[in-house]
């Protein structure tokens, strides 16, 4: 196989990602390989600071990138971010909604189920699907405009089992999972044949939201939680950022233009093994 017939496959070269939640630990690792992948990475967060460094890192690596203070909850917010990133280049392309996250408070364990406060659990509700659904509105409907473009959701593996102690997590995840697969059908059906939807479900990956459960705070070791879902990964081990990348790519390149609607797994072998 050459080089020039990969290269075709996967090409993504002077595409537009806007990216949100792309600040964090896995985002940052996309909006990094997209711009080594040739793509013009908008990269959006609500915390300025952490966006304009992922910026700088796609830059030093040879890539384009704008960085843009965005709040996913705020519809002008969102608003703001797509007109900085056609005015910067062109047209979004591609949109990627890694926006999302938990809280401990909405987690059992300290607190029983029957007290978590409603205030933590809408908190986690409104991140993963409310901060979902209002950058589609805004993204998609000028994809639906070119009758073009490629939407990508983070769900999670939690939306596939509902895990222990993450009831409002796996819910909300659960919820990313439907609508991704009704967003396709609709884009399809109402807009243009040209515009993908899809999502990523990662398995196991440390992030500041879910550290407090997989390890101690003081000594750094595996709790038993964590224990229990390394013995329970076939693989044997947490993801690393970079093994989100080679699944993205495929999902936003040419390669890819068949798969509408799939949420895909990339968890070590997690959601197939039954435990015995």
């Known amino acids: 196989?050459?080089?020039?017939?990969?290269?075709?496959?996967?090409?993504?070269?002077?595409?537009?990602?806007?990216?949100?939640?792309?600040?964090?630990?896995?985002?940052g690792e996309l909006a990094r390989a997209l711009g080594r992948a040739g793509a013009n990475v908008v990269v959006l967060d609500i915390f300025e600071d952490k966006a304009c460094e992922v910026a700088d890192q796609v830059a030093k690596g040879g890539g384009k990138a704008l960085a843009v203070k965005c709040d996913v909850l705020d519809r002008a917010s969102i608003e703001q971010a797509q007109r900085a990133a056609a005015d910067a280049f062109g047209q979004v392309d591609i949109l990627i909604n890694g926006a999302g996250g938990n809280k401990k408070e909405a987690?059992?364990?300290?607190?029983?189920?029957?007290?978590?406060?409603?205030?933590?659990?809408?908190?986690?509700?409104?991140?993963?699907?409310?901060?979902?659904?209002?950058?589609?509105?805004?993204?998609?409907?000028?994809?639906?405009?070119?009758?073009?473009?490629?939407?990508?959701?983070?769900?999670?593996m939690s939306a596939f089992q509902p895990l222990t102690r993450v009831a409002a997590y796996s819910a909300a995840k659960a919820a990313v999972s439907n609508f991704t697969a009704w967003l396709a059908v609709?884009?399809?059906?109402?807009?243009?044949?040209?515009?993908?939807?899809?999502?990523?479900?990662?398995?196991?990956?440390?992030?500041?939201?879910?550290?407090?459960?997989?390890?101690?705070?003081k000594t750094g070791e595996l709790t038993a939680r964590g224990q229990q879902i390394i013995d329970h990964t076939p693989m044997g081990r947490f993801g690393e950022?970079?093994?989100?990348?080679?699944?993205?790519?495929?999902?936003?390149?040419?390669?890819?233009?068949?798969?509408?609607?799939?949420?895909i797994p990339i968890d070590g072998g997690f959601a197939s093994y039954s435990g015995v």
Request: glycine residues 10%.
């Open 1 to 27: 196989m050459s080089k020039d017939y990969l290269a075709e496959l996967f090409d993504l070269g002077g595409k537009t990602v806007a990216i949100t939640g792309g600040g964090g630990i896995l985002c």
């Open 186 to 217: 609709h884009m399809s059906q109402e807009y243009a044949k040209d515009i993908r939807v899809n999502a990523i479900a990662p398995g196991f990956f440390l992030t500041e939201q879910n550290r407090f459960l997989l390890t101690d705070e």
């Open 107 to 156: 987690t059992t364990g300290e607190l029983s189920f029957f007290d978590l406060p409603p205030e933590a659990i809408r908190w986690v509700f409104e991140l993963n699907i409310l901060g979902t659904i209002m950058p589609c509105q805004v993204f998609g409907k000028s994809m639906a405009e070119r009758e073009q473009g490629s939407i990508l959701n983070v769900s999670s």
């Open 241 to 263: 950022p970079k093994d989100l990348v080679g699944t993205v790519l495929w999902l936003l390149s040419p390669s890819a233009s068949f798969v509408h609607g799939a949420v």
